[in-house]
């Protein structure tokens, strides 16, 4: 089992960047893919982007592709998503979810954060 706590989360306008983070407890981490996926209001929860267990493998949303990158450090139990050029649209609740294989339903991830909130201004 895992516990996934994300932080980075804020207002910021169009244009600007912000890095989240998703820190994991756990001797296991390694042993799981990562999902980051998004929330807005009214909407249902949608795939941001991927990564496998060593990290080599990605994938992303074509909403985000170019702009997001997703990463992730083993040794230190995290998995990051840095955004840049971010857009109003991209305004949402951010959630990161473990699974046994990089997926990209949110119906086939196990374990999932809290969320941060990621305000976009225009």
């Known amino acids: 089992q895992v516990q996934l706590v994300e932080s980075g989360g804020g207002l910021v306008q169009a244009g600007d960047s912000l890095r989240l983070s998703c820190a994991a407890s756990?001797?296991?981490?390694?042993?799981?893919?990562m999902g980051w996926f998004r929330q807005a209001p009214g909407k249902e929860r949608e795939f941001v982007a991927r990564?496998?267990?060593?990290?080599?493998?990605?994938y992303y949303a074509d909403s985000v592709q170019g702009r997001f990158t997703i990463s992730r450090d083993n040794a230190e139990n995290t998995v990051y998503l840095q955004m840049n050029s971010l857009k109003p649209e991209d305004t949402a609740v951010y959630y990161c979810?473990?699974?046994?294989?990089?997926?990209?339903?949110?119906?086939?991830?196990?374990?999932w954060g809290q969320g941060t909130q990621v305000t976009v201004s225009s």
């Open positions: 979810a473990a699974s046994l294989a990089p997926y990209i339903r949110a119906s086939d991830y196990a374990y």
């Open positions: 990564i496998n267990w060593s990290g080599r493998n990605t």
């Open positions: 756990g001797r296991t981490f390694s042993t799981y893919a």
